[in-house]
């Protein structure tokens, strides 16, 4: 069964301070997709990595993936409040066809 | 333009009944996705449709829920005979299709079983 395991679960950060979020998953992918969800609202599409080596950036989020370690990291450059909400990865698995298997998320709290 | 749109956005309902929950996705998109995520869990994958065949159930859990999907659009998740198990929030999503996955994802419906 296609595992996709996030760390840490829960981050509590301060203001200005960078950290990582990383996604691991255990078959074959080409496609590795990063989701934020706010409180009681649904998932707003951030990424998709779809090589090995890719890297994206927006704002003070960048996202890169390595697919020989089967890894993908998320990383916060001097966070602000406004980054607060859950981080999901995802990889569609060419293995198994057009399931996503998603991560268990990583909430993010970023403390004033 | 408009994004994908779930209805009900909640529902409530006693134990033993059935319910139906209807999924309008992106005009155009021809993958459509059903997720069930419980309260501060991840997301569980149901159903995809590719048009209007529904080539990988295997997230169904169990006989109680079924999905379809007419004309290539809206779609429809029916649970019947609901349990409590089942309350949580269900989630659509659509994409293109092929090589463009990026799935776009509605508001979700918010199902309370009593």
């Known amino acids: 069964e296609l595992k996709v395991e996030q760390n840490p679960l829960f981050l509590s950060m301060q203001e200005g301070k960078n950290y990582t979020i990383y996604c691991n998953y255990s078959t074959t992918s080409d496609r590795l997709y990063w989701y934020r969800q706010d409180p009681g609202k649904s998932l707003e599409s951030l990424f998709v990595l779809l090589s090995n080596g890719a890297v994206k950036q927006e704002g003070r989020l960048m996202a890169s993936l390595d697919t020989k370690a089967r890894l993908s990291t998320l990383h916060i450059t001097a966070a602000v409040h406004d980054l607060s909400a859950t981080y999901f990865c995802?990889?569609?698995?060419?293995?198994?066809?057009?399931?996503?298997?998603f991560g268990t998320g990583t909430s993010l709290t970023v403390i004033p | 333009g408009a994004g994908v749109s779930q209805s009900p956005s909640n529902k409530v309902t006693e134990k033993g009944k059935d319910v139906e929950l209807r999924c309008d996705p992106i005009s155009g998109h021809t993958a459509l996705y059903w997720y069930r995520q419980s309260l501060g869990q991840g997301l569980e994958f149901l159903i995809y449709f590719q048009g209007n065949s529904a080539p990988d159930k295997s997230g169904l859990p169990s006989d109680r829920f079924s999905a379809e999907r007419t004309g290539g659009s809206v779609s429809t998740l029916t649970i019947q005979r609901t349990q409590q198990e089942d309350s949580a929030v269900y989630l659509c999503?659509?994409?293109?299709?092929?090589?463009?996955?990026?799935?776009?994802f509605g508001p979700g419906t918010r199902l309370l079983v009593l």
């Open positions: 999503a659509s994409s293109l299709g092929g090589s463009k996955k990026t799935q776009y």
């Open positions: 995802a990889v569609d698995s060419t293995n198994t066809g057009n399931q996503f298997y």
